[in-house]
T-cell receptor
Framework: KQEVTQIPAALSVPEGENLVLNCSFT??????LQWFRQDPGKGLTSLLLIQSSQREQTSGRLNASLDKSSGRSTLYIAASQPGDSATYLCATTGANSKLTFGKGITLSVRP | KAGVTQTPRYLIKTRGQQVTLSCSPI?????VSWYQQTPGQGLQFLFEYFSETQRNKGNFPGRFSGRQFSNSRSEMNVSTLELGDSALYLCASSLAGHRVVFGPGTRLTVL
């Protein structure tokens, strides 16, 4: 059974800092891994999707990497802004198309 | 392109009642999945429908059921509501191998 872990549960950084959010998973037999953002009381917004054959994906100030062999993914946020404050979740997709989510990291960027 | 829509956005029910939630996927998406999000358990997979057939089911009691119509719209039903069913219910649609797109969710409160 796939287990996805995100540590720490919360993170507070000053504006402008570059930061890395970590995600680990136990079963490397994944089709892809996605990073999502969730604002309080809202649905999830997909940020980046990395296929199992890829090593990284970039979108603007965001860069996500995937190392299937070690069961790890990282989301790099460059030059953080207060508007980046949200909960970030990673999720793996297995053979049954089911997403398995981590508990998320709640990020607070201080002005 | 319109996103995933969910109705209603908010619901208040009492224990023992039943509820039906609706989801309209992005046009062309044939896969619809449902997730339950609670503070304690995080995001948990309920079920997935593809072309009107339930393709996968999570570990939830039989009180939780769903269906998908020929136009890909989906409904989920929860019978005999319990206090613990209070949660944000998220619907997602996707094309195989592509990003999963989530709706805004239905916030269910059971009193």
């Amino acid at each position: 059974k796939q287990e996805v872990t995100q540590i720490p549960a919360a993170l507070s950084v000053p504006e402008g800092e570059n930061l890395v959010l970590n995600c680990s998973f136990t079963d490397s037999a994944i089709y892809n891994l996605q990073w999502f953002r969730q604002d309080p009381g809202k649905g999830l917004t997909s940020l980046l999707l990395i296929q199992s054959s890829q090593r990284e994906q970039t979108s603007g100030r965001l860069n996500a990497s995937l190392d299937k062999s070690s069961g790890r993914s990282t989301l790099y946020i460059a030059a953080s802004q207060p508007g980046d404050s949200a909960t970030y979740l990673c999720a793996t997709t297995g053979a049954n198309s089911k997403l398995t989510f981590g508990k998320g990291i709640t990020l607070s960027v201080r002005p | 392109k319109a996103g995933v829509t969910q109705t209603p956005r908010y619901l208040i029910k009492t224990r023992g009642q039943q509820v039906t939630l609706s989801c309209s996927p992005i046009s062309g998406h044939r896969s619809v999945s449902w997730y339950q999000q609670t503070p304690g358990q995080g995001l948990q997979f309920l079920f997935e429908y593809f072309s009107e057939t339930q393709r996968n089911k999570g570990n939830f009691p039989g009180r939780f059921s769903g269906r998908q119509f020929s136009n890909s719209r989906s409904e989920m039903n929860v019978s005999t509501l319990e206090l613990g069913d209070s949660a944000l219910y998220l619907c997602a649609s996707s094309l195989a191998g592509h990003r999963v797109v989530f709706g805004p969710g239905t916030r269910l409160t059971v009193l």
